[in-house]
Each structure stands twice: as C-alpha cells, then as structure tokens.
C-alpha cells in the first residue's frame, strides 16, 4: 500500500521543501521505499535542498508528455538507497502538469512498491499546489506561529476538504496533521510569537510536531543534505521525532519549551 | 509586584495576543464562506445585469450572501436603490 503525503501550507517560504526533503529522508532511513516528488514546476528547489542538483536530467514534465519514462527521471538519493527524487520542470511554465499525467505518475510508483510518496507543494493555491494535494491520503500542513501563515493554512484546510480527491469521491477525507516550524519559544515567552496552543485554538489540527527556528536548517540546505541527517541539530531531531510519530512511535513533543539554559534556571521557567 | 505578575500583564496586551484575537475573527468569517454554492459570485453578476436595465445602480448596490444552518440554507440578496429613483 502507498501512502501519499502532501505537504503544503497555502503561503510561501514557510518550510515546505524543508520539510518534505526531512521526512521523505525519514522515511527511507527507516527501511521504507520513498519518493519525493518537486510539484513546484518553474522554481524546482528541492533537488537543491537534497542536494541531487547535478544529476537532474529528466524531470516531471518529461515523464507526463513521454519524454521520459519514471524510471528514468526518477533520481536516487545518495545517501540511502530507499529514496527516490522526483525533479520539477525549471523551464516549462505551470500548467504543463495535468490531473491525468500526475495520476498516471503515482499509481505508477504505488506499482513499484513505493510505500510512502511525499508531494512538496508550490506556494499558493494554483494549478501547482492543486495536484500536489488532489490524489493525497494525509496533508502536512506546514505552518509558521505568525498571522498571515496560519491564515493561509486555515484556507488550505478548506480546500483540502473539498477539492481532493478523496472528497470529490465521497472517500474518507484526508488526515490532516499540523506542523508547526520556525517556532521560538524564547519568543513565545515574552508574547512576540503565537503560542503551540494558540495556533492549535485556531486551526484545530492534530499537532504532529514543532519544529524550532534554527541555524542548522540553513547550514544543511548550504551543503544539500536534509536537515535530518544533521542528528546533533535540534531541526534534525524535531524531524526524525515526526517520521516516528507519524509512523505511529509514541514519542513525547519536544522544543515548545526553552532551553533550560543559566537563565532558564534562575527564573524557574514554569 | 512579583516579576512573575509583570510577565502575565505583559502576556494580556503582547502582540501574540492581538494576533490571536484577529485570527479568530477573521478565520471564523472566512469559514462561512466555506461553504457558499460557486455559482454565486456569476449569480451576482448577472443579477446587476437584469436591474441595470431597470434602474440605475452601480456596482456595488447588490450583494448577495448565502447562509447555512442545520435546518436551511437562505440566499439573501440585497438592493440598494439610488436616491433618486423614488
Ligand atoms: N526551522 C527553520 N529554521 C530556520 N530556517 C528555516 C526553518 N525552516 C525553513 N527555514 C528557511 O526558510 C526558508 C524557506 O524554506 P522552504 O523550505 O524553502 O519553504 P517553502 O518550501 O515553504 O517555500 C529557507 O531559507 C529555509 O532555510
Ligand atoms: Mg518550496
């Protein structure tokens, strides 16, 4: 059984690609067959992010027209041989994707055992976003403690429930999970940043993880390594605990609380 | 006044409090038109159409909202008349 993941947010910048090349990493770490498919065609990233940019020959919109067959744009990762990286076109303009090409692409990966396809969403809510989430099961909706974020998020759930595939077929809807990324709790404390809470008032998601703001995440996109395979990194771990969350470990939510640094301890922080 | 006291007052009128606030509105506004039939927005369109060859209105002299509960759903369409026509 394939599992098709997307992760989208509606707003820009937020930590999509980020995440999508984290947990796809985290996936085939732990032994399952991923692919990670780019849906952003004309500002492709996540070959970057993954750090497979020099070998990008074929990409998406090859596979669609038959320009290419899957497996042959289909990269592996270097770093573990259970993923695969699905480039998106730079040159062709958006709407070069169809419902029917990126259908064919995944029942086409379910049959090659891929268990877990994870769909990196472009910003917005356009042709681009629309058929990374159409043929999705669960949706990682990627969101930032900050106003416009979690706007954008709440307009996404809308659609989600009823543009995809599932609703349009009366199927049981999309499971959809919050991930809350660029968090800062030193902020959260003296009231600058949304709170974990908060936002979950808002957008009443199930929190699937809270990933810190964090140096690591820029250093690892520097060298085109996913930020989960930087272990020592507080990104790295909020990442890997999604992967095992998500695969159903029961690991208890880290970073919502500061470090409990000098200062930490000599205010008690409560 | 402890210090802890000072950081609960602060945390009443901080700007994540107001950011809040304002999500909650507007996110439960936004919400009702969640469900709003898609024809609509052409619905209006075509309304103005059929008045202005009555009366003179301008664009912004209609608007239409459509409204759900358990029971019903109501379409309520809205007139202004200019000034003058009385
Ligand atoms: N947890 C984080 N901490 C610090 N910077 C982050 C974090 N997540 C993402 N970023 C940065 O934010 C920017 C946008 O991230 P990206 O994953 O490309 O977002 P999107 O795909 O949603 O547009 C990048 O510069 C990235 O390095
Ligand atoms: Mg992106």
Redesign the pocket.
């Given at each position: 059984m394939t599992r098709i993941i997307v992760v989208t947010?509606g707003?820009?910048?937020?930590?999509?690609?980020?995440?999508?090349a984290a947990i796809a990493m985290g996936f085939a770490q732990k032994g399952h067959k991923t692919a990670v498919i780019d849906f952003d065609v004309g500002l492709r990233?996540l070959d970057l992010?993954m750090g497979c940019e020099r070998r990008v020959v074929y990409d998406i919109v090859n596979v669609i027209f038959g320009e290419a067959t899957l497996n042959q744009a289909l990269i592996r990762d270097k770093h573990c041989e259970q993923l695969y990286i699905l480039p998106a076109s730079q040159t062709r303009d958006k709407d070069a994707l169809s419902q029917e090409g990126v259908g064919q692409i995944l029942e086409e990966l379910a049959a090659k055992d891929f268990e877990y396809v994870v769909c990196?969403s472009p910003?917005g809510i356009e042709k681009g976003a629309h058929l990374a989430m159409y043929f999705a099961d669960d949706a990682f909706v990627?969101t930032n403690p900050e106003v416009a974020s979690v706007r954008d998020s709440d307009r996404m759930l809308g659609i989600l429930s009823s543009k995809s595939r599932r609703a349009e077929q009366g199927l049981e809807p999309i499971k959809e999970y919050l991930l809350l990324?660029?968090y800062s709790p030193e902020r959260v404390r003296i009231g600058e940043m949304l709170s974990v809470a908060d936002v979950q008032d808002i957008l009443s998601l199930h929190l699937l993880g809270v990933?810190?703001?964090?140096?690591s995440?820029?250093t690892a996109?520097n060298s085109g390594m996913p930020v989960i395979l930087d272990e020592k990194s507080d990104?790295g771990q909020a990442y890997a605990d999604i992967v095992a969350r998500y695969l159903g470990e029961d690991i208890p939510h880290r970073f919502i609380e500061e470090k409990k640094g000098i200062f930490g301890k000599f205010f008690g922080s409560k | 006044m402890s210090l802890l006291d000072y950081f609960k007052i602060t945390k009443a009128n901080s700007t994540a409090t107001i950011a809040k606030e304002r999500l909650q509105i507007l996110v439960a506004h936004e919400r009702s038109f969640k469900n709003q039939p898609s024809y609509l927005p052409q619905l209006q369109k075509e309304l103005l159409q059929v008045i202005q060859k009555y009366v003179n209105v301008e664009q912004d002299a209609i608007s239409v909202n459509f409204e759900q509960d358990e029971h019903q759903e109501t379409l309520e369409v809205n007139i202004v008349l200019p000034e003058k026509s009385r």
């Open positions: 947010s707003k820009g910048g937020v930590g999509k690609t980020t995440t999508s990233n992010i990196d910003a990627v990324t660029r990933i810190p703001e964090s140096k995440v820029l996109s990104a | -």
